[in-house]
């Protein structure tokens, strides 16, 4: 609705319900074409720009390496934590955003990204 309609539907003794009509379609149109935009994405590849809740988790992105097949693999933070296993210190670091890799017996992993 243009400013110019509702000026005219009011001097052509328009009902109030006719102009409350109007508005309120307006506002939905907008809200349904919010709603189909996208909400944009960031990603973030230093492990110290990540909040701490979204290291481990689905959204995060982490290179392992086998040493003994030599394959590389891409696993998530929730993958990536289970490697840990009970390496507890190494957890600590990597919230904390002092350490990007780690390393197991047979394995080298590293945080690759985060896509939230």
């Known amino acids: 609705m243009k400013n110019n309609n509702a000026e005219e539907m009011l001097l052509n003794n328009a009902s109030l319900d006719e102009l409350i009509k109007m508005r309120i379609e307006k506002e939905f149109m907008e809200d349904l ?7 944009e994405k960031h990603e973030y590849t230093n492990i ?17 390496f086998n040493r003994n097949t030599k394959c590389e693999t891409f696993v998530n933070g929730i993958q990536a934590d289970a490697l840990i296993g009970i390496q507890d210190a190494v957890r600590k670091k990597m919230l904390a955003g002092e350490l990007s890799a780690f390393t197991t017996e047979d394995s080298y992993i590293k945080f690759e990204k985060a896509t939230f």
């Open 33 to 39: 074409k919010k709603s189909k935009e996208k909400p």
């Open 48 to 64: 110290k720009d990540v909040p701490k809740d979204k290291i481990f988790s689905k959204v995060s992105v982490f290179r392992c």
